[in-house]
């Protein structure tokens, strides 16, 4: 009979992105979409932004990463990634959750669009007015 592997999800949200993480003891592989996170980010800001959780708890050679992302743009699952990220490192260790929470890690951002109102050409932009 196979071994029980130890597996820790979680799902991060941030705008209109959503992130599912399965967290794996393993050497550190990250997957992203199916890619490799390099190739799915391009941009090594938003890496660095992503592996703060990771890095933060020493557990980034210490889990293998699958994540599915959907929703919104590259920033925004980026923030949903990392709240995932976060998560479920929570649930593998209770210990860890000072240091993500002290980070900001565990914070969910709460700010999202503000919706069009009627009769005007934007959430907040008015038609010009006009005295006669």
């Not at 399965?22 to 996170?37: D, F, S």
């Not at 699958?66 to 479920?88: E, S």
């Not at 649930?91 to 565990?106: D, F, I, P, Q």
């Not at 919706?115 to 005295?131: D, I, L, N, T, V």
């Given at each position: 009979?196979?071994?029980?592997?130890?597996?820790?999800?979680?799902?991060?949200?941030r705008?209109?992105?959503?992130?599912?993480?399965?967290?794996?003891?393993?050497?550190?592989?990250?997957?992203?979409?199916?890619?490799?996170?390099?190739?799915?980010?391009?941009?090594?800001?938003?890496?660095?932004?992503?592996?703060?959780?990771?890095?933060?708890?020493?557990?980034?050679?210490?889990?293998?990463?699958?994540?599915?992302?959907?929703?919104?743009?590259?920033?925004?699952?980026?923030?949903?990634?990392?709240?995932?990220?976060?998560?479920?490192?929570?649930?593998?260790?209770?210990?860890l959750?000072?240091?993500?929470?002290?980070?900001?890690?565990?914070?969910?951002?709460s700010?999202?669009?503000?919706?069009?109102?009627?009769?005007?050409?934007?959430?907040?932009?008015?038609?010009?007015?006009?005295?006669?």
């Amino acid at each position: 009979m196979a071994e029980k592997v130890a597996k820790y999800s979680a799902t991060g949200r941030r705008k209109t992105s959503v992130a599912r993480v399965n967290l794996t003891p393993g050497a550190g592989k990250w997957i992203v979409n199916g890619k490799e996170p390099a190739i799915y980010f391009g941009n090594e800001a938003v890496l660095r932004y992503i592996e703060q959780p990771m890095k933060l708890t020493d557990t980034l050679s210490k889990f293998d990463l699958d994540a599915r992302l959907t929703g919104g743009g590259i920033v925004g699952q980026a923030g949903a990634l990392r709240h995932a990220i976060a998560r479920a490192l929570e649930a593998s260790e209770a210990t860890l959750r000072g240091v993500l929470k002290a980070s900001g890690c565990m914070t969910r951002d709460s700010r999202m669009k503000e919706r069009k109102k009627y009769g005007q050409p934007g959430a907040r932009k008015r038609f010009q007015f006009s005295k006669r």
